[in-house]
């Protein structure tokens, strides 16, 4: 039985809110100047897959479409039941806008975009949205998008002790898994569980190499083709993404650039097509992102799913600790794993700074700000905190203060 998160008054409300408006075919030219710039020929695929999503003209395997929120939601969990997760996380300045009508005022930006693809009737072939109650906005939008889809409201909770929550998180999941297999009418345990992390842990083996590559010479996949990539993975079907992402690494390492540039090292808020923003302002102030330590990206990939024991309870349990316990995200209680995560990369690879990036109105992240730039203060780390939104007005200014920052690093390194 679909559950019921408004009443019907509620729900005729934002139903009121529907409209046919394309919000996102305004991205097909940022799409095509990426594709321009870029040096790697495999990196064509994935900027026609972003096209065809963006369209809606994505053709999806047969499977049942899940769409899904934020890292904690294990992908793993859908694969074991045939399903095609799409990762739905938005920061469209276009959905934005047309998700103010939803979600007005000082609400984070990435729940109005979401807002404004669904009800601008972008995902028309997800028939399940998995909402995780990972911040106070996200368990909103379950309410805000249950006229619209239905939802299954995931709620793991705000503490990251493994030892603590462990069996909270078990029982989390295996309601999860049991709510699925019943939804959908599939038979699943642990060798689709199995088969499911063979998958996710051959895409975390070929992102490492592609991570090592990129920290060592970051002009062998340039940052707007590296994001693109993450990006693509929130809807390809992981065995042709892992394919395709092989390919990228092959070119990108017979590229061979002198790499003069100061490389920095990118934190804090997730960067999201088409919000290449921060992007931009770091390549034109010359600077190159060398490494990165966000949840879409390092956080969702770096690490794969190390089971002890191969039962079904065993790889649940392996799940939560990569999923929740192993998580960076500022909304559970794990700021000193974060900034040892920082530091630690920054020393392996010899990178000269931090960028700190806060999409305004995201407070968890803000937050953290002060603290992060004492303690890199005092390990001798060159740190900057950029806080901007989705519009333009601020570029020149954001290019200034990183132009100025290259300049300190330049410096130091001298």
């Known amino acids: 039985m679909r559950k019921k998160f408004l009443d019907r008054y509620s729900e005729s409300i934002l139903k009121s809110f529907f409209s046919d408006k394309n919000q996102t075919d305004k991205n097909s030219e940022l799409l095509i100047s990426y594709s321009r710039k870029s040096e790697i020929p495999s990196m064509r695929f994935f900027y026609e897959e972003i096209d065809n999503f963006e369209t809606g003209k994505l053709a999806y ?80 939008l379950a309410e805000l998008l249950s006229p619209v889809k239905e939802v299954y409201f995931l709620d793991p909770g705000r503490d ?51 991570y090592d590559l990129r920290a060592r010479n970051p002009e062998a996949i340039s940052s707007f083709d590296y994001y693109s990539m993450i990006y693509a993975s929130f809807f390809m079907e992981i065995k042709k993404w892992n394919e395709i992402s092989e390919k990228v690494y092959k070119e990108a390492y017979e590229i061979k650039k002198d790499f003069n540039r100061p490389g920095v090292l990118l934190a804090g808020t997730p960067v999201i097509f088409p919000n290449f923003k921060i992007l931009n302002v770091i390549d034109q102030a010359g600077l190159s992102i060398a490494a990165d330590i966000q949840c879409t990206t390092f956080g969702r990939f770096f690490n794969p799913v190390s089971i002890d024991e191969d039962t079904e309870s065993g790889i649940i349990r392996a799940l939560t600790l990569k999923n929740i316990a192993g998580s960076i995200c500022p909304c559970l209680l794990n700021l000193e794993k974060l900034t040892n995560l ?24 803000d937050i953290q700000t002060a603290i992060m730039r004492q303690i890199l203060k005092e390990k001798g780390i060159p740190f900057i905190s950029i806080k901007t939104d989705l519009g333009k007005e601020d570029t020149g200014q954001l290019k200034t203060r990183l132009e100025a920052f290259k300049e300190m690093l330049t410096s130091h390194r001298k």
């Not at 047309?98 to 997800?126: L, M, Q, T």
């Not at 029982?171 to 642990?190: H, I, M, P, S």
């Not at 990369?345 to 407070?363: A, D, E, M």
Request: charged content about 25%; proline content about 3%.
């Open 342 to 365: 920082i530091i630690d990369t920054v020393n392996q690879y010899n990178i000269q700074g931090v960028v700190y990036y806060n999409l305004r109105l995201c407070q968890v992240f």
């Open 61 to 140: 395997s047969e499977n049942s479409v899940v769409g899904f929120f934020c890292s904690v939601v294990p992908e793993e969990i859908l694969l074991a039941c045939n399903l095609h997760p799409v990762r739905l996380c938005c920061e469209d300045f276009y959905c934005c806008q047309a998700g103010e009508e939803i979600a007005s005022g000082d609400i984070c930006p990435v729940v109005k975009s979401i807002c404004g693809k669904f009800y601008n009737r972008a995902y028309e072939k997800v028939e399940l949205v998995i909402v995780p109650g990972t911040c106070d906005p996200k368990t909103k």
């Open 160 to 210: 990251c002790d493994y030892l603590k929550n462990v069996d909270i998180w078990e029982q989390k999941y295996r309601d999860f898994f049991e709510f699925l297999k019943k939804r959908f009418n599939v038979v699943a345990g642990r060798k689709q569980l199995l088969s499911a992390r063979k998958k996710t842990n051959m895409r975390t083996e070929i992102f490492r190499k592609i």
